[in-house]
């Protein structure tokens, strides 16, 4: 893709001051102010704290996917890993699994659970298909001694039944308020003195400036690109955006699901939220049509998780939808996060494919590595 490449401009109408202090050039300029842009800017802080961070984000709030995610802080179910094992063979999904422990216990140490709303659940993985339960629970052992290896951890899968159905538990996983999490962090990096322009939208990059919309190019001694769905288009990288749907109902009486639920490989998740259903995914069942930046509703989608609501979950009659939204993943043909130079100076982090709850703060903490050994 070809990248725009324009004339560093300042825009004649800023004054002295703004020139002098608003301006002036930061030692790092972050792209971005989601899970992996903030925690960049929260560690770069701690390191050089007498250095100027400014991050520059198109939205009000970061607006991508860290505030529009599901909250699920896990590692993955036995059928999500079983199925990427065919493609991607054992050793990549174990470190993939590796990779997703240690983000998870990075953000547990960064932040308490009350900062961001942690809830130590454990999860289920459901089952409405015999064979793929055969298959899983057939590898349940192995898997778990694989892990008992890799992690130090002692039998993180276990069968179980849950509401009538044949589940495996994973009693490592545990769900976040989004929002909570992303606000606590955010209070954070201003705190360590951080910078935030929100709305301002960068429009292409080059070695040492970064070109916003209004016409005004921003130096810096170094920049981090951290747009994950959104960065095949500013910058060209080899990442898909894929959108994701999700809704929440209006509170449900006795609700009898408790907890952090998973289905077909991962695909379709729920999880109860103060009485209320949180339900999304089956974004496998458009793939095509999802893979977009663009905000939207796929009324496929929607109809298939509506039935699954009914159907599968079987909610009590006359529940409704409260509010529902998407948001914009990264993915990578691989499912490997992108952590890399892509020019003299620049740097990005992409491609969290899906899991970035669970690995932002890891990715974030690889990119920050990447950047103070290149200083
Ligand atoms: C519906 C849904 C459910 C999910 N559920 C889970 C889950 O349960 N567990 C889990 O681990 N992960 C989940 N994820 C994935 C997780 O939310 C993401 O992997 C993670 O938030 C990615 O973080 P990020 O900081 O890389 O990207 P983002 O949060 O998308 O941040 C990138 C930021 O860059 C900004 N930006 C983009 N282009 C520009 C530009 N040109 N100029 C300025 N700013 C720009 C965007 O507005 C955005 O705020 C889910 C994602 C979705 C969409």
Redesign the pocket.
Known sequence: MAIKKRKVSMNRTFSFWEREEWLKKPDLLI????????SLALFYKKAFPGHDVLI????VA?????????????IGSLSEHLSDMQKAGEETVLKRIERRWNGLNLLRSTLAAGEMGYIHSGGYEIFTDNELLAECSGRLDEMNTLLHERLGIESVYSRREYMGYPAIHNHVEGAIN?GKMMRTLHQKIQKAGVRIWWN????SIDSGVAHLDNDTGIQAEQIAV?????AES?VGLPVKPA????FITKPIADLGWKGTFNHDRGYV?FRNVDNRLLL?GARNLAVEEETTDRFGINPVIKEYLLSFANDVIKLPPEWEIDVEW?????ITADKEPYINEIKPGVYA??G?????????MQ?AKELFELIRNSR
């Open positions: 792209v971005g102010a989601g899970i992996v842009g903030a520059v984000e198109k939205g970061p607006e991508g996917a860290s505030t529009r995610n599901a909250g699920f802080t896990c989004s301002t939208r960068v429009e951290a747009v994950n769905g959104f500013l959108r994701g749907y999700v998740y999304g998407s948001g914009i993943m990264g982090a992409a969290l494919s899906g899991m970035g709850i669970a690995i932002g990715v």
